[in-house]
């Protein structure tokens, strides 16, 4: 089955204390992207990547990182988490080349950032 | 610089009755367009989308939606809503010389008995 999976789904926390959010997917997408949803400003871009150690910065990417060595996964990673950034995130892939394609989506990982 | 609005970030229909949801874009370019569902505790799926071509586009479930470049909108509807239809839905713009998608605010469709 083609699918975007996330981990965790869900993370309580402190601030400051290093964490990782795992996304891969299934398909061969070269294309993928982080994004943060809160209510009232729908879902800004973080970071994205066209291809394997390609990456780029989106709107909103401060306080984040990500890498992309392989095809298939593109981890997400907060070096010190703030209360700002408790959020809920999902990770999308689609194929480059045909920029038409929509986003194939994980089903979110709640942070919350205490 | 592109943008998506959603008129309305909260929209409450009776069931049965036509659903509409708006969605306006600015872009120096006719955009791609795209309209998503998110469920509960879900992520999101394409409800369908505009490339080029025929400018009413028809999509899952029954919803449609018309691309009106003199308008710059892209609204969606629905005859006849049902209860499964209550979710957040997101328009969103895709401008073809970048690979970067906008998306709009949201709006939450509530579906009364």
């Known amino acids: 089955e083609a699918q975007v999976t996330q981990n965790p789904r869900y993370l309580i926390t402190v601030t400051g204390k290093k964490l990782t959010v795992t996304c891969s997917q299934n398909?061969?997408?070269?294309?993928m992207s982080w994004y943060r949803q809160d209510p009232g400003l729908g879902l800004r871009q973080i970071y994205y990547s066209m291809n394997v150690e390609v990456t780029d910065k989106g709107d909103v990417p401060e306080g984040y990182k990500v890498s992309r060595k392989e095809k298939r996964n593109f981890p997400l990673i907060l070096e010190s988490p703030s209360p700002n950034q408790t959020s809920l995130y999902f990770c999308?892939?689609?194929?480059?080349?045909?920029?038409?394609?929509?986003?194939?989506f994980g089903d979110g990982t709640r942070l919350s950032i205490l | 610089a592109q943008s998506v609005t959603q008129l309305g970030s909260h929209v409450s229909v009776s069931e049965g009755a036509l659903v509409l949801l708006r969605c306006n874009y600015s872009?120096?370019?006719?955009?791609?367009l795209f309209w998503y569902v998110q469920y509960p505790n879900q992520g999101l799926q394409l409800l369908l989308k505009y490339t080029t071509g025929a400018t009413l586009v028809k999509g899952i479930n029954g919803f449609e939606a018309e691309f009106k470049k003199s308008e710059t909108s892209f609204h969606l509807t629905k005859p006849s809503a049902h209860m499964s239809d209550a979710a957040e839905y997101f328009c969103a713009s895709l401008e073809s010389s970048y690979d970067k998608v906008i998306f709009g605010p949201g709006t939450s469709l509530s579906v009364i008995p």
């Open positions: 999308a892939s689609s194929l480059r080349g045909q920029s038409n394609q929509p986003q194939h």
């Open positions: 872009s120096s370019v006719p955009p791609y």
């Open positions: 398909m061969n997408h070269e294309y």
